[in-house]
């Protein structure tokens, strides 16, 4: 390689500047989320995973190129052997690098273990995915979760002391579209934000998305049936739009990958848990850093040439419909969520 990497940031051909990544370090999980994987699932071996070394030196590289913030996520994270280690790794480069921000998304069932040493390791922010308040619809809607796990787990989160926790609810109807204010008055009440998330075509599922399908436009409208909503110019560098509910400390958010682009501000790219580098979350534009990362193993300049090279494919928007699914074959526990 002739190049050397002395840019110190990621700027793609639409002038857009990468400072965020997601990093799914794990395709398993505890949890069967009916939107999000089969029933029966086949994991990828083991072997074909990053290690979490090779996440440390992934992510040390993408910092050194002004990335600000890195979401770790999966599959489920916190069921990853050792992840604690990692996180004390990557909390440690936010002294040596541009990295500001560390957050995790989790489905909160590993966070009465976890949540203090997260905290302790330099975790800021923390997403939990909370779909429903009713034990047996949490039981169908994840098929092996337990509401009571998750609650504990919220709990826990609290006492531990992140900045903020924020909860993820995946709405869908038919399923818990009747939870909408129910949800949102729990997040009031224990001074939590939310985001309303719209189902994403990612993966072959067992029910017909296009009847399940329900827009941030319909979820927003019941809130603001039962709340007022203040525009909000809170900006977590994530694709939710923001709203404050009046009169309370909780924010709302929507995430609505369907009814309102938001390609044209596009931060952030994906490494799916065997590294392979995505560009866009519904595209297949990618570049394979495990394959850098494992056939020169320490040349950090190397590898962040690779990425700085990857902003060139870095395409302009996804294209995704519901009604043609699954656009992407990919299920969001390998992507990332
Ligand atoms: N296991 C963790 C969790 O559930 O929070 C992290 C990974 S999960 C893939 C990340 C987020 O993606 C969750 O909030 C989940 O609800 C959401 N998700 C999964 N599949 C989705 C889909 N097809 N459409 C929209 N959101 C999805
Ligand atoms: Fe697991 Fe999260 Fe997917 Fe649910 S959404 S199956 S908790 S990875």
Redesign the pocket.
């Known amino acids: 390689m002739t190049e050397v990497a002395t840019q110190t940031q990621l700027i793609d051909r639409f002038g857009r500047r990468v400072n965020y990544v997601r990093m799914?370090i794990t395709d398993r999980?505890d949890?069967r989320?009916v939107?999000?994987m089969d029933e029966e699932m086949v994991f990828m071996p083991r072997q074909q995973l990053l290690s979490l070394e090779e996440i440390v030196s992934l992510v040390g590289a993408f910092a050194e190129l002004g990335v600000e913030k890195v979401r770790v996520?999966?599959?489920?994270?916190l069921v990853r052997k050792n992840v604690d280690w990692l996180f004390k790794e990557l909390g440690d480069l936010k002294q040596t690098t541009a990295l500001k921000e560390l957050t995790i998304?989790?489905?909160?069932s590993q966070l009465p273990k976890y949540a203090e040493s997260l905290v302790e390791s330099g975790v800021d922010r923390i997403?939990?995915?909370l779909?429903s308040l009713k034990a047996d619809r949490f039981k169908a809607l994840t098929r092996t979760g337990d509401l009571n796990g998750v609650l504990n787990g919220i709990r826990s989160a609290k006492k531990a002391g992140f900045k903020r926790i924020k909860l993820?609810?995946?709405i869908m109807k038919g399923r818990n579209e009747d939870e909408i204010v129910d949800l949102a008055r729990f997040a009031i009440k224990n001074d939590l934000d939310i985001s309303y998330?719209?189902?994403?075509?990612?993966?072959h599922?067992t029910h017909d998305?296009s009847e399940s399908y329900c827009s941030s436009d319909e979820v927003k409208a019941v809130l603001e049936s039962v709340f007022a909503l203040n525009a909000s110019d809170a900006n977590t560098g994530g694709p939710s739009r923001y709203y404050q509910l009046e009169g309370t400390g909780s924010k709302v958010g929507f995430?609505s990958p369907h009814s309102h682009n938001f390609c044209e501000s596009c931060n952030r790219v994906r490494v799916t848990t065997e590294g392979r580098l995505l560009l866009c979350l519904g595209q297949e534009h990618s570049v394979d850093l495990r394959d850098i990362l494992r056939r020169y193993p320490g040349d950090k300049t190397r590898l962040k040439q690779v990425i700085i090279n990857s902003m060139e494919i870095k395409p302009k928007g996804h294209d995704f419909n519901v009604r043609e699914q699954p656009v992407i074959f990919r299920?969001?526990?390998v992507?990332?969520?």
């Open positions: 799914s999980c949890f989320c939107y999000c996520t999966g599959g489920e994270p998304t989790t489905n909160g997403n939990i995915s779909d993820n609810a995946v998330i719209e189902e994403m075509p990612l993966g599922v998305r995430i299920h969001m526990s992507t990332g969520g």
